[in-house]
C-alpha cells in the first residue's frame, strides 16, 4: 500500500511537483497502463482539493469510453467533438472550463460538476484518452493546473 502525504495548501506548482514525484513513486516497476491510470486517479482525487470526480476516458472504437476514475457513476461514452472531453480528445489540446452550463453540449455526467480541466493523453502522436477532473467550485481550475497536469501525464505516459 502507497501512503500519500501530499500537502493540498502549497502553491500549486509545488503542489504539482510533489504529485509528479508520488505519481513517479506509485508506478515505478509497474508497465500495467490501466493498473497505473487507476492508481494515478486515486492520487489525483484524494490529493487535489475541490474536486468531485478525476479520472479517464480512453479512446476505442472511435470513440471515448469510461476508464479508471474516482467519483459518482460516469457517462460510459463520449463522442470526440462532444463535451469538454470529447473536445478536448478532438482538438488534441488541454481545455479548462470555469462554468461547464456555459460551454455549449457540456455532458453533465453528475450535476454537482461547475467547472472542468481535460487533458489529452498522446504517445508518439497517437490519442490515447483524455484525464478528466470536475470540480463542484466554478472556475476551480487555471494556468497552473494545466501546466501540472500536464507534467503529470508526460510522467505518467513516462512510466507506462
Known sequence: MHESH?????????????LERELAALIEGESDFIANLANSAALLYHSLPDL????????????LVVGPF?????????????????????RRET?????VHE?????ACDAASNSEIV???IRN????????????????FDEDDRRGLELFVTRLLAGS
Open 6 to 18: 501530499i500537502d493540498a495548501a502549497q502553491p500549486k506548482p509545488a503542489l504539482y511537483g510533489q
Open 52 to 63: 468531485n470526480w478525476a479520472g479517464y476516458y480512453l479512446l476505442k472504437d472511435g470513440g
Open 70 to 90: 474516482q467519483g459518482k457513476p460516469a457517462c460510459v461514452r463520449i463522442v470526440l467533438g462532444k463535451g469538454v472531453c470529447g473536445t478536448a480528445a478532438q
Open 95 to 99: 481545455v479548462i472550463v470555469r462554468d
Open 103 to 107: 460551454f455549449p453540449g457540456h455532458i
Open 119 to 121: 487533458v489529452p493523453i
Open 125 to 140: 502522436g497517437e490519442l490515447l484518452g483524455v484525464l478528466d477532473l470536475d470540480s463542484p467550485k466554478q472556475a476551480r
